[in-house]
């Protein structure tokens, strides 16, 4: 934050930057979009520098792995996220947007119509490429956004909101309509700004978004932990469920959306696991079994009896691992696997490989998560991944918006309604006018 102002006054300019930005038409926020990436690109040198010092310093710190890999953001990354931030530019526009049209009476007519939310708030975690995407969702959507990222990510969040904010001054919109806070201080009085903020998203451990919950009048989106299962049927093809568990686990362990539990039918689990078990090894996971699951491992010819594999506890199915690490689980049917899922689990994202219809269309219906999945990995819940360009993070509340947070899940809506004089007092009593109610 600029010490020069407080925190009221920058959230007092947030709120004004944003209703320009939001009287913008989609024209001109898509040239604010654009003038973003292409300051992103000129500041590309300054913001690989700055992620290299808050890399050098993480590592000092002794930071986990998981945090150091959505710590990272080279040149590649970089780029990619530039690609993003067009795609969002060339999404269709969400504000302004007519969900209703209906005559109520001659001469009566109602329209609900999109708009922005107006100020968010956002407090994320480790990942400097979240900057990127949240500031360009919230410009694209007319949002003006006050960002807290975390305290090693400083650095390269404060080279990528300074680009952000000469891309926006570059195309006439106030550089005040994206700020950025650095101090953990910042974050309780952020949450007492109840008349200048309308939203806080935040992106952390289920402790910390139940303490927003529990300290802000202000709504809040929760983004809690990423608990997600993987569930191999009785009916599940071996080789293709083999492939799932490892991309679901190995191909990014410190996503949110990364396996933390594979749980497998009884009647399968001789022929699954020892394969599942040398694929995962093979991607270096460690894998911690129940008893069912290490009696079948420890004497499958080729895996090394117990190499690579722990004991797990009670504790192990509420973990979130964000790393090479598997909890592994054999239950005896799909109810079982439902109702495991649906007590440990953290409502992001499950899945279940099986040939057997049936048993596909009973777990979809019945696992109470944002994301539920027929034969495909988990690591595709994701904002760019469903074709929202990014995502502001994953809500895994049950009220909408749900799942990966894009452009529509930060836009409102206004009922409009135009008549010629009418009166309630005409459609009451004895004589009342009738409605026609007739969408046009």
Same mark, same amino acid.
């Given at each position: 934050?600029?010490?020069?102002?407080?925190?009221?006054?920058?959230?007092?300019?947030?709120?004004?930057?944003?209703?320009?930005?939001?009287?913008?038409?989609?024209?001109?926020?898509? =040239? $604010?979009?654009?003038?973003?990436? #292409? %300051?992103?690109? /000129? &500041? @590309?040198?300054?913001?690989? !520098? *700055?992620?290299?010092?808050?890399?050098?310093?993480?590592?000092?710190?002794?930071?986990?792995?998981?945090?150091?890999?959505?710590?990272?953001?080279?040149?590649?990354?970089?780029?990619?996220?530039?690609?993003?931030?067009?795609?969002?530019?060339?999404?269709?526009?969400?504000?302004?947007?007519?969900?209703?049209?209906?005559?109520?009476?001659?001469?009566?007519?109602?329209?609900?119509?999109?708009?922005?939310?107006?100020?968010?708030?956002?407090?994320?975690?480790?990942?400097?490429?979240?900057?990127?995407?949240?500031?360009?969702?919230?410009?694209?959507?007319?949002?003006?956004?006050?960002?807290?990222?975390?305290?090693?990510?400083?650095?390269?969040? =404060? $080279?990528?909101?300074?680009?952000? #904010? %000469?891309?926006? /001054? &570059? @195309?006439?919109?106030?550089? !005040? *309509?994206?700020?950025?806070?650095?101090?953990?201080?910042?974050?309780?009085?952020?949450?007492?700004?109840?008349?200048?903020?309308?939203?806080?998203?935040?992106?952390?451990?289920?402790?910390?978004?139940?303490?927003?919950?529990?300290?802000?009048?202000?709504?809040?989106?929760?983004?809690?932990?990423?608990?997600?299962?993987?569930?191999?049927?009785?009916?599940?093809?071996?080789?293709?469920?083999?492939?799932?568990?490892?991309?679901?686990?190995?191909?990014?362990?410190?996503?949110?959306?990364?396996?933390?539990?594979?749980?497998?039918?009884?009647?399968?689990?001789?022929?699954?696991?020892?394969?599942?078990?040398?694929?995962?090894?093979?991607?270096?996971?460690?894998?911690?079994?129940?008893?069912? %699951?290490?009696?079948?491992?420890?004497?499958?010819?080729?895996?090394?009896?117990?190499?690579?594999?722990?004991?797990?506890?009670?504790?192990?199915?509420?973990?979130?691992?964000?790393?090479?690490?598997?909890?592994?689980?054999?239950?005896?049917?799909?109810?079982?696997?439902?109702?495991?899922?649906?007590?440990?689990?953290?409502?992001?994202?499950?899945?279940?490989?099986?040939?057997?219809?049936?048993?596909?269309?009973?777990?979809?219906?019945?696992?109470?998560?944002?994301?539920?999945?027929?034969?495909?990995?988990?690591?595709?819940?994701?904002?760019?991944?469903?074709?929202?360009?990014?995502?502001?993070?994953?809500?895994?509340?049950?009220?909408?918006?749900?799942?990966?947070?894009?452009?529509?899940?930060?836009?409102?809506?206004?009922?409009?309604?135009?008549?010629?004089?009418?009166?309630?007092?005409?459609?009451?009593?004895?004589?009342?006018?009738?409605?026609?109610?007739?969408?046009?």
């Amino acid at each position: 934050m600029n010490q020069s102002h407080s925190l009221l006054e920058l959230a007092q300019q947030a709120r004004g930057a944003a209703a320009h930005l939001a009287g913008l038409d989609g024209a001109g926020r898509r =040239r $604010a979009v654009e003038e973003v990436a #292409q %300051a992103l690109e /000129a &500041a @590309a040198p300054d913001i690989v !520098a *700055a992620n290299r010092a808050d890399l050098a310093a993480a590592e000092r710190e002794g930071i986990s792995k998981a945090l150091y890999a959505r710590l990272i953001l080279d040149q590649d990354k970089l780029q990619a996220e530039i690609a993003g931030v067009r795609n969002v530019g060339r999404l269709p526009d969400p504000v302004g947007r007519v969900e209703i049209h209906r005559e109520l009476d001659t001469g009566l007519v109602l329209k609900k119509v999109t708009c922005p939310v107006g100020v968010l708030g956002i407090i994320f975690e480790s990942r400097p490429d979240a900057a990127i995407q949240i500031s360009t969702l919230a410009i694209m959507s007319g949002n003006g956004a006050i960002l807290k990222g975390g305290r090693e990510s400083e650095q390269s969040c =404060r $080279a990528i909101i300074h680009a952000v #904010q %000469a891309g926006l /001054a &570059a @195309a006439g919109v106030s550089p !005040a *309509a994206v700020q950025l806070l650095t101090t953990r201080e910042e974050i309780a009085e952020l949450l007492r700004l109840d008349a200048y903020v309308d939203l806080i998203i935040p992106r952390g451990s289920n402790s910390f978004v139940r303490y927003v919950q529990e300290n802000t009048r202000i709504p809040v989106l929760g983004h809690a932990d990423g608990l997600c299962h993987l569930y191999v049927d009785q009916a599940a093809d071996v080789d293709r469920a083999v492939r799932l568990a490892v991309d679901s686990k190995a191909q990014y362990p410190a996503a949110c959306n990364a396996i933390e539990t594979l749980l497998v039918h009884r009647e399968i689990a001789a022929g699954f696991l020892p394969a599942a078990a040398a694929a995962l090894r093979a991607a270096g996971v460690v894998l911690r079994v129940d008893g069912t %699951a290490r009696q079948i491992l420890r004497t499958a010819p080729g895996l090394g009896g117990d190499a690579d594999m722990e004991d797990a506890t009670d504790a192990d199915w509420s973990a979130e691992y964000l790393d090479l690490v598997l909890g592994v689980k054999v239950v005896a049917s799909l109810e079982e696997a439902i109702a495991h899922i649906n007590r440990y689990g953290s409502r992001h994202t499950d899945s279940i490989a099986t040939e057997d219809p049936a048993a596909a269309a009973e777990f979809l219906s019945r696992v109470d998560s944002a994301g539920v999945y027929h034969n495909a990995s988990t690591r595709f819940a994701d904002g760019f991944r469903y074709g929202f360009g990014a995502e502001v993070g994953i809500s895994t509340q049950k009220m909408p918006p749900r799942g990966p947070v894009g452009l529509d899940g930060l836009v409102t809506y206004k009922y409009f309604l135009s008549g010629s004089g009418q009166v309630v007092a005409d459609y009451s009593g004895p004589n009342a006018r009738p409605f026609t109610h007739r969408d046009l």
